[in-house]
Each structure stands twice: as structure tokens, then as C-alpha cells.
């Protein structure tokens, strides 16, 4: 296995600013807090770990640096940004520095009088997220009820005149309602729908055997989507991307590592994708002890998969490796124990089988109707607080450190 621990060699040697263009987006994770408790939420399942803010002077900075060091599209992010009552400062700082600015919220929070304030600050555009189209599903998996509140946000939101997005991540208890999704952002007025498949990480990867679809349910989902497309044109356009597990080849993860995204945890851990977290041993620079300009060019964390150096065979000599630049690492860690593998979506990883047997699982479960007993593990502090002690034990216990132990990514 790979030590991340270890500088880099080889590939922090090939980034210098000259050879490395700068991030085009900056994704402000403003905080961990969430009043909702979705079951493939994206953030670390030990965000207990790293719950300490960034303070609103600290945001300001970190907006300042990234926009002289070139980032155009902001993100603000969470958990729920809302959250935060320094949101509207924050938006307004980012207006004056010139970026376009997204909100991605669960719409919990959302008041018209924030919409207002955040209207003044400058804020673009608006991200809304729900679960299903029905309130049974969207309460259920987000374990909260909310499906009421975002019907009349979204309302709130196009009253207010922002272009939204509505975001519906997708898995086997949903796809089947796509049609219904689809109505519901027509009906809503929204400019775009992202219908995201789950990304197999964080808290989805725990709940992986029960939010795995089946082959023929994407199969339909994406029919649908098509025929929605053909009938209703550019009236709403709809993003719908097949997840990976179900390809032959792994996708350009975050179009290449430390190439155009940067990421700012709300404790101001950098990061070079969402998931970096969960890779064990690497180091990630924190804007509080250093600028983002050395963190973007010479840091260990975001040269560390930069480029084509770094790989490992069957990536290196492969013919196909510019395409993809070798899948998700953070992937290839969670399926292979080392994030420097080919992606195992990939069919030439010899780890291939790890995702075969996850879609073949799903495939039987849904042919022999059972119920996939295993209860979904939901995102709460609880929960993020015992998978981080059962992190900790396991690091302990793998270290022979009896001691202490190293946390996970932070
Ligand atoms: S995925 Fe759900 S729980 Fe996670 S941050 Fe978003 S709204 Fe909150
Ligand atoms: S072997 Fe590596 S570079 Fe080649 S197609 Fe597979 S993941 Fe991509």
C-alpha cells in the first residue's frame, strides 16, 4: 500500500506555479451542521472530528486569496450554509472580489427575508436540494420533514427571481420516480435538474447495500429522462449522469486532481476533492497556517495525484490514461486499501470485482425480491461520533500505538 504519509517524490517535483494552471472554483464548506440526516450525505462520516469553524474574517481571507490566485465560481456549501448567520457578509464579500455565486442548501433556513438580504449581497444562484418527489421517500431518507418547507422555498426562491437548480441524488428507492422528480422541477419553474446517482462514498458508502440500484432501473430512469428531454426541450435542462459502478471505464474525477477545484472545509482543512478526507495519512494544508496560493502549488496533499506520475501499473502504461487520469482515488482507497490503484470501476484494475460483486449483490437482491436487511446507517452526530471512535480504535489497533492515534485526513 502506498504510505500518503510520505512527501510526495516524483510528483510534487512536477508542480510549480509555471506548469500548473490555477483552480477555477472554490467550493466554501461553511460548516458540517446540517438539520437534516440524509443517507448518502457527502460529507466525512467523522465530521464530528472536525467540527470547528472558520470565523467570518477567516472566509473573508480565504475568499480574497482564492480569487487573486484566479477562482471564478464559488460554491457555499455545507452541510446546511444557512447555518451560518454570516452567510449574507460572506455572499456580499464574494460580489465585490467578482465571483459568481452558487448556494447549495437543503432550503432549511431559507427565509424571505434571507432570500431578500441574500438578493442584496449579490448572491447568483440557488441550488436546492430535495430527496424524492413524494414526502414519504424525501422525509424518510433525509430523516426529517421537510418536504413541505422546500415545496414552498422553491416557490420563495423563483419569487425572488434566482435561477435554481433542483438537486435530487439518486438511488434504487428513487429511481423509479424519476418522472415524478422531473414533473416536480417543471412544475417548480427550475432552470436546471441535476439528477446526481450516488457517488459510493462517505456516508453512502455505508449505506452502499441498501441505496445500490439495479442495471435495468438506471436502464429506465435514463429512457425517461430522454423522452423528457426530446418533449419539453430547453424548458428545463437535465443533467443525468450514470454512476460509475456500472461503467467499464472510471470517470475524470473532479477533471483531474488539483486541476480546477478547490475545496475549503469549515474547520479550513484544503481540499483537493470532496472526499479527501477519507484518505488516511494525507496531510491537508489548513488555510489558517498557510496561504492558498503555496497551498495550491506546493502542497504535498494537491500534488499528490497531480498529473500522470504518480500512477501505478495498469495505469502508467496504459493508453487510456490521459482520458481518465486513472478514476476517483478516493474510490480506489475505499475498494483497494490504496488510493494510488486504478479506480476499481475500471474493468482492467485487477480489484475489477470488488464493484462487480456490489452491482451483482443488488442485481440478485431485486430478482429474489428481498429486503436488504442491513438498516440504513443515517447522518447524525451520534453516528459520525462512533464511526469516528471505531476509526480511531482501528488506526490504534493497526498501528500497534496504544498511545494516541492520527485522526483520519485532517
Ligand atoms: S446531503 Fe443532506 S445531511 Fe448532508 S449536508 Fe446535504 S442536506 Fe445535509
Ligand atoms: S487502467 Fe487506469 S488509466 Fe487505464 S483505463 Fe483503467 S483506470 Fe484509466
Sequence with gaps: MTDLSQPAGAAQSQATPDGVAPPLWLLAELTYRCPLHCAFCYNPVDYTDHSRELSTEQW???LREARALGAAQLGFSGGEPLVRDDLEVLVGEARKLGFYTNLITSGVGL???RLGDLKAAGLDHIQLSFQDSTQELNDFLSSTRTFDLKQRVAASIKRHGFP???????HRYNLPHVDKIIDMALAMGAEYLELANT???GWAHRNEAQLMPTREQLEEAEAVVERYRRTQGERCKIFFVVPDYFERRPK?????WGA???GVAPDGAALPCHAARSLPGLVLPNVKETPLREIWYESDAFNRFRGLAWMKEPCRSCDEKERDLGGCRCQAYLLTGDAANADPVCDKSPSHDAVVSVVNMARRAAAAGEAREQPILFRNDTNSRKLASNASAASVAASGDTGSHGGTGG
Design 60 to 62: 473573508i481571507g480565504v
Design 111 to 113: 427565509t424571505d427575508k
Design 164 to 170: 435554481m437548480v433542483l438537486n435530487c441524488v439518486l
Design 199 to 201: 457517488q459510493y462514498y
Design 252 to 256: 475524470r474525477c473532479m477533471n483531474g
Design 260 to 262: 480546477v477545484f478547490l
